[in-house]
């Protein structure tokens, strides 16, 4: 069974592909740039060119697919109806998760803990050995900051406002992730710890 991954090189979409080849499952991955993202993903993923931005040109990287993993990094409003109508044409039954039981299913995850941007600092300090201070922005430097890289001043209102005044929903810590995989989400202290390297000498 193989599974068409979008955003497979991203943040998000290269663990799913890990996950799958570690699984046996076949994996093909969406890039737009196969050489590079050879480079970028384990043995055993099959790359092919094209962005989940122009659905209309996947028609070949769905065909012999099953399953459709859609991690897209803007406008999935505008692109996820299409891609998806496009791989139900193609014969793809759009799954997200290997195991029965799932299909159809919208699953709200969180990780093992809620902490705030103070006590994550915390410990990221503690990884590093280095001392890093907490600073508090204003509403509008953190606005100014994130305008200055692109995001519309909508967004950036947008997000800004999401993360000084979170709601109850996202800060409230639930058990999906152990449910849906049986594994215990890793702690913000381990993901620290397993990239503290990286944070020493940042790229
Ligand atoms: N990472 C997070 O912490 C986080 C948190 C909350 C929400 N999200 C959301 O989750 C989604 C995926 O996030 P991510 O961090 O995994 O994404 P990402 O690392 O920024 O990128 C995902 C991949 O999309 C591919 N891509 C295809 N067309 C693109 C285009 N026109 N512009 C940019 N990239 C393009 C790129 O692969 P190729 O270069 O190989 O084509 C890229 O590696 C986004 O919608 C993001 O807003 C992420």
């Given at each position: 069974?193989?599974?068409?991954?979008?955003?497979?090189?991203?943040?998000?979409g290269r663990h799913v592909v890990a996950e799958l080849l570690r699984r046996g499952q076949g994996v093909r991955a969406l890039t737009r740039d196969p050489v590079a993202?050879?480079?970028l993903l384990p043995a055993g993923a099959e790359m092919v060119a094209g962005t989940h931005t122009e659905p209309e040109r996947l028609d070949d990287a769905?065909?012999?697919?099953?399953?459709?993993h859609i991690t897209v990094t803007a406008g999935l409003a505008e692109v996820g109806p299409e891609l998806v109508r496009?791989?139900?044409?193609?014969?793809?039954?759009?799954?997200a998760l290997l195991d029965d039981g799932h299909a159809g299913?919208?699953?709200?995850?969180?990780?093992?803990?809620?902490?705030t941007p103070r006590e994550?600092?915390?410990?990221?300090?503690?990884?590093?050995?280095?001392?890093?201070?907490?600073?508090?922005?204003?509403?509008?430097?953190?606005?100014?900051?994130l305008?200055?890289?692109?995001?519309s001043r909508a967004d950036a209102e947008y997000v800004v406002g999401w993360y000084a005044r979170p709601t109850e929903d996202s800060?409230?810590?639930v058990d999906t992730v152990q449910r849906v995989t049986g594994r215990t989400p890793r702690t913000f202290a381990q993901w620290v710890n397993d990239h503290a390297e990286r944070f020493r000498s940042p790229r």
């Open positions: 069974m193989t599974t068409l991954v979008t955003g497979a090189t991203g943040n998000t993202a050879a480079r769905l065909r012999g697919v099953s399953r459709l496009r791989a139900v044409g193609a014969g793809v039954a759009a799954a299913r919208a699953y709200h995850l969180t990780g093992y803990e809620a902490l994550r600092i915390t410990l990221l300090s503690e990884a590093v050995e280095r001392k890093i201070d907490f600073v508090a922005i204003t509403h509008e430097q953190a606005v100014e900051r305008t200055a890289t692109g995001v800060t409230t810590v």
